[in-house]
């Protein structure tokens, strides 16, 4: 019933159906997509590499490699992605940045309206000096 230097699936299920997860603690996200976490998922896909007629030392260096390059790529990923109170801090900086720069365009439309009045003013001053000095 055992086989010497191979796990015994249907006992493991049996034990686990029996104990439930009772006293268990609770999975994080990135538990669930390691193979490392006890070793049964690796364990049924070096089987199924020695199904298809690989040398099981071989299925296993397999299994390791990979198992090896995903935990490394989900250790990348989960350090490279951002929390929700970081994108909202970064969204109120930026609306603050964008309010700030309204209100820079506002007064600089402030200022390029005084400037043309000036220089309306200047025209005018202009005129009426060459009209004083026509008329003399």
């Keep these: 019933m ?3 230097g191979r796990r015994n699936e249907d006992k ?3 034990i686990w159906l029996t104990h439930g997860t009772a006293g268990r603690r609770k ?4 538990d669930v997509f ?3 976490m006890g070793g049964i998922g690796k364990i049924c896909l070096v089987r ?3 199904a298809q007629g690989l040398p099981p030392n071989q299925a296993y260096i397999i299994i390791s490699t990979l198992t090896t390059f995903l935990n490394t790529n989900l250790d ?3 350090q490279s992605v951002v929390s929700k109170s970081a994108i909202n801090e970064f969204k ?3 609306n603050y940045d964008l309010s700030q720069f309204k209100l820079e365009m506002k007064h600089m439309q402030e200022i390029i309206e005084v400037e043309a009045g000036l220089e309306a003013g200047k025209f005018e001053l ?3 000096c060459v009209g004083t000095f026509v008329s003399v």
């Design 34 to 36: 390691r193979f490392g």
């Design 12 to 14: 493991l299920r049996i």
């Design 27 to 30: 999975k994080k996200h990135s």
């Design 48 to 50: 199924r590499l020695e």
């Design 126 to 128: 202009m005129k009426y």
């Design 92 to 94: 109120a900086e930026q």
């Design 76 to 78: 990348h990923l989960t």
């Design 2 to 4: 055992f086989q010497f």
